[in-house]
């Protein structure tokens, strides 16, 4: 620091330019290509400033890039309003200050991009040697050159006058050499410059690199209205260029709403998605310069089958102009996009049936998420939208039955599927992604019951509970039972003798009741799933609901009461429960082998005995 006077306690800081080029070379940019880009937008705004200061200024202005592949030099020129000495000394070689930014401030509807001040100096993060020649419309019979090799020390020296704008001429380091090349600043300025609305051209082409006009800025002629078909074919043209992975089934305007100015359009894609995919993709522009060609984050959470295309004035960049600032601004034209989404599909539903069939067909899991994100959503697409079942995918309404919808929480069936299959009733896969909250949302809407098969009050509404005396019920767990509670109970189809279900949170309890759950789990984490299972009386992790029903199971149960032991029958029963169950019940080690053993043998013993 330096002292401004003799005993003053006042002191200016001084910077040290060697470490902030350093900055902006290997901390601000992700890419060192980017200041090429900020070397651009400083001929646009000189061009936009020309236009607002000389009122008779010509209008077929241009920004013009050549690369020179054998002195590994880069120039870029405008037919801007060119820089006086002053303006030289003022601005240009003047870190943080910029003509843009005070015109800016002055009237900020110009479409002028640059800020910070710091575009120039971005030109030392490629370059060892810098030339800037330049002519101002204001002094059009003088033109100067300024020269730096380190943007600390330069010279400006009066040059012969050209016609107004300026020409910045950068010589390469040696590490950047490479991008001395036509054919890659082509294909860096197309993405860059692409929706700019001066135009750009690279090396000496005759067309520029921003020449497709987007869809929101070319209206119809005034009192013409434009066939929704015919703008569905541009706006997927366009779309079509920015979206490299998926092809766009159909776009949805983004119009100004509230705080945000935003416009462009957002596309579905048409590949498939399951319910976590998350293929979001938008690119963001700020006044015409892209910003950010991943600004997933300004799409909701649950549209990852959505692009898109938005510009913006009002948005704030960061300093390296490839982020935003996460303030009012930006939190409006996330939530301006997430209502032209929701819009979008609402007249997609009522106005476009095909599209919306595809629409469903390619993204139906992924819109049950989405539905549970917006009530408009679920009102939307409630009656739409299919759920997994084991009779495959069916509208929420074609699994009620007697006001009651079944859903089966395990991935491993086992027979509560069979029992279902019996039924001819189909049961939603619970383990599905959304599935158990979209019909809990739905149920609750069309006011109707869940049972959640699996769970200990879903099985009580399941299975209607009995009464055998307690000696029947020891001899019954005895003969019939693997390690399962045995629950007397009555049930439909009366066909099927028994069921054997999984007790979730028995089994959850008899996980974290282990000794090596303590080396799994953290003490805290470990202490509060203990004590949610500490209420859970049920120990066995399975139960057999025995069918009294059935008339097998009744004739059983009447030899028991005449006090005799049909231990075949009992053999019999074992064995159906092991044969059904062993395929589908994969927690259960039952002995498949020994069960069909029990079985042969027994069938000649009844046999035998004319039973």
Request: aromatic content about 6%.
């Amino acid at each position: 620091m330096r002292a401004l006077q003799p005993g003053s306690d006042c002191f200016s800081t001084e910077v040290n330019l060697n470490g902030l080029i350093e900055v902006l070379s290997k901390h601000l940019y992700s890419t060192p290509i980017v200041a090429v880009r900020e070397l651009v937008q400083n001929g646009h705004d000189a061009i936009v400033r020309r236009r607002i200061e000389q009122p008779n200024a010509p209008q077929d202005n241009q920004i013009r890039v050549t690369a020179d592949v054998a002195h590994s030099i880069i120039t870029i020129s405008d037919t801007g309003a060119g820089l006086t000495e002053s303006e030289i000394h003022g601005f240009l070689a003047t870190v943080g200050v910029g003509y843009t930014r005070m015109l800016r401030q002055q009237d900020d509807d110009t479409g002028l991009i640059g800020m910070f001040g710091l575009g120039f100096l971005s030109a030392f993060v490629l370059a060892k040697d810098v030339s800037v020649i330049t002519t101002s419309w204001q002094t059009p019979e003088q033109g100067w050159k300024y020269h730096s090799t380190d943007g600390q020390r330069y010279s400006v020296t009066p040059c012969e006058a050209t016609a107004p704008g300026t020409r910045v001429i950068l010589k390469l380091k040696d590490e950047y050499s490479h991008l001395a090349s036509n054919t890659l600043l082509e294909r860096v300025l197309s993405r860059y410059c692409i929706l700019l609305h001066e135009p750009v051209y690279v090396g000496d082409a005759s067309e520029p690199v921003n020449k497709l006009l987007p869809p929101w800025r070319d209206a119809a002629p005034e009192g013409v209205t434009l066939h929704r078909a015919l703008v569905q074919r541009k706006n997927l043209a366009f779309a079509a260029q920015f979206e490299s992975s998926f092809e766009p089934i159909c776009t949805m305007p983004v119009t100004p709403l509230g705080s945000s100015d935003a416009v462009g359009i957002l596309w579905i894609q048409d590949g498939a998605t399951y319910g976590t995919s998350d293929n979001r993709n938008l690119s963001l522009f700020l006044r015409g310069m892209l910003l950010d060609d991943e600004a997933r984050e300004l799409l909701p959470p649950w549209a990852g089958f959505i692009g898109g295309v938005i510009e913006s004035s009002t948005l704030t960049p960061t300093a390296s102009r490839e982020d935003l600032q996460r303030d009012e601004i930006w939190h409006a034209v996330r939530d301006a996009l997430t209502e032209s989404l929701i819009a979008g599909l609402s007249d997609l539903a009522q106005n476009q049936p095909e599209l919306w069939r595809r629409v469903l067909l390619r993204h139906n899991e992924a819109l049950l998420g989405a539905a549970l994100c917006d009530d408009r959503l679920f009102d939307l697409l409630k009656d739409r939208l299919q759920v997994p079942t084991s009779k495959g995918a069916l509208l929420a309404k074609d699994l009620r039955v007697n006001n009651s919808i079944n859903i089966l929480l395990s991935q491993d069936g086992g027979f509560e599927e069979m029992l279902f299959h019996i039924l001819q009733r189909p049961v939603a896969r619970g383990d599905r992604y959304a599935v158990v909250p979209f019909l809990r949302r739905w149920a609750s809407t069309y006011h109707c019951r869940i049972i959640e098969v699996g769970t200990r009050t879903g099985n009580e509404q399941l299975f209607s509970l009995a009464d055998l005396p307690d000696e029947q019920v020891t001899y019954l767990e005895t003969h019939l039972c693997d390690g399962e509670q045995l629950i007397i109970s009555r049930f439909e189809p009366a066909v099927l003798p028994l069921v054997v279900t999984l007790d979730r949170e028995a089994e959850l309890k008899q996980i974290l009741e282990q000794d090596d759950a303590d080396k799994r789990m953290s003490t805290a984490a470990l202490m509060l799933a203990r004590q949610f299972t500490s209420q859970i009386k049920q120990t066995k992790t399975s139960s057999l609901y025995l069918n009294l029903n059935n008339p097998c199971v009744m004739q059983l149960v009447a030899a028991l009461q005449h006090q005799r032991q049909p231990i075949a029958a009992l053999k019999v029963l074992k064995s159906l429960k092991v044969i059904l169950c062993a395929g589908g019940n994969k927690h259960q080690q039952w002995d498949l082998h020994q069960a069909l053993d029990d079985f042969t043998q027994v069938i000649p013993t009844l046999i035998n005995n004319g039973e």
